[in-house]
């Protein structure tokens, strides 16, 4: 059974740093392109990264790049976006999501699986 899970999350000062982790199961996660999202209360989901498959190559929203890198383990089945200089704004439930194409579509509807979120807030 194909599963991914995230974690990682947690409270941080403005300013601060996480680390979120993608771990995938079920499945040869090297072989499947995964996209970060994240979701703020009364907002949409909004693409934040992708790093595809095969080339590894990544793609960043312009609200995080600079800040946001994302990263890819195949060895250990794991994907990690590294998150610096968090803002408030930045506050949502961050999922990751596979995809069995190597490309980075914008749209969480053409992802084929998810995981359950992790929260990240930011605030004093």
């Known amino acids: 059974q194909l599963q991914l899970v995230e974690s990682g999350g947690g409270l941080v000062q403005p300013g601060g740093s996480l680390r979120l982790t993608c771990a995938g199961s079920?499945?040869?996660?090297?072989?499947?392109?995964i996209g970060w999202f994240r979701q703020a209360p009364g907002k949409e989901r909004e693409g934040v990264s992708c790093?595809?498959?095969?080339?590894?190559?990544?793609n960043y929203a312009d609200s995080v790049k600079g800040r946001f890198t994302v990263s890819r383990d195949n060895t250990k089945a794991t994907v990690y976006l590294q998150m610096n200089s968090l803002k408030p704004e930045d506050t949502a439930i961050y999922y990751c999501a596979a995809l069995v194409l190597s490309r980075c579509p914008t749209e969480s509807a053409e992802y084929d699986y998810w995981g359950q979120g992790t929260q990240v807030t930011v605030s004093s």
């Open positions: 079920g499945f040869s996660l090297e072989y499947y392109t």
């Open positions: 790093i595809r498959s095969y080339s590894g190559s990544a």
